[in-house]
């Protein structure tokens, strides 16, 4: 019998909260730095074998470093084994290729502070999933009322956006949500390995493979990965071995939190995404006009109600 004192720290309220809303921070951090990243890098909107290879080459950084740093920390090559490899292959379909092909694409299509706030319709698929697919939990009305609160703020920032109208393209908006339909799997997945495998080391190998995968296919179909400053390459490569340490470390931390925990009790911080997707679109890319600050506010308020109600402990 498992005592209850024993739990590990990021079981406990104060180690999930830390653990994720330090992933959260990093991830909000991701949408306007990819954005800067495409200026660096030349990448155009237009040019998706470009932006592939822009991925790609970020999540083998990201995955490396997760590799090379356990394997400093525990002393012994960080490597799979063969009963790994399945789950690897896996987690890496939903959680890298499909994930952030989509997520790539569409944010090159809209606006950072549009998409960082799409992106919080994940925690409730994680929810949704959890309960109907995976059955991990049940699927309560006070769930279902949650997801649709949280939902409408998801709404509303689409039907007010740029041009006053509804503003949905599936070039766009549409990859967007289309990737947090991937990665809701995806941590679902995750949760499901993690009973007979090193969360960890999924997510680290994962990256690796994934990102190899994404690489190669850019660069095949002629894309590139050079600095647009050449004489001055440093700021991009800087900006880059950023984003793949945003990979490595979020995704690291949120594979431990729901290694730990239920996925619904990770899933209530997913909110803290666009709130930092906002903020800090906003403070880099000068994206202040693309909502306006009450639709901005009403629609993170109507998301983190939703999640709130979904998360709050059913009465016997």
Known sequence: MSNPES????????????????????????????????????????????????????????????????????????????????AIGTLSLFQTVLQYVLFYVGLANCAGV?????EASNSFLCVLLAALVFRFERLTGRKVLGCLVGFAG?????????????????????????????????????????????????????FVLGGAIMLAVGLAAGGHVAPADAANPLPALALLAYLGF????????????????????????????????????????????????AVAVAALVLVSLGIVIVNRPEKD
């Open 7 to 86: 739990k590990p720290f990021i079981a406990t309220l104060p180690g999930v909260v830390l653990a994720c809303l330090a992933a959260c921070f990093l991830w909000g951090s991701a949408f306007p730095c990819v954005k800067i990243g495409y200026e660096l890098f030349a990448v155009d909107a237009a040019d998706v074998p470009s932006i592939l290879a822009f991925a790609g080459t970020r999540f083998v950084i990201a995955g490396l470093m997760v590799v090379a740093g356990m394997s400093v920390a525990r002393r012994r090559a960080f490597v799979p084994e063969r009963r790994d490899l399945p």
């Open 114 to 118: 549009t998409s960082s706030i799409l």
């Open 154 to 206: 998801v709404v509303l920032v689409n039907v007010t956006g740029e041009s006053g109208g509804f503003s949905f393209t599936l070039a766009g908006e549409g990859m967007v949500l289309a990737s947090t339909l991937a990665a809701a799997t995806s941590s679902n997945l995750a949760k499901r390995f993690s009973r007979d495998h090193d969360p960890v080391l999924l997510s680290g190998w994962q």
């Open 246 to 293: 945003i990979s490595a470390a979020a995704y690291s931390l949120w594979s431990l939190a729901l290694a730990a925990n239920p996925v619904s009790r990770v899933a209530v911080f997913g909110f803290m995404n666009p709130v930092f997707g906002v903020l800090l679109s906003a403070v880099l890319l000068g994206e202040t006009d693309v909502v306006s600050p």
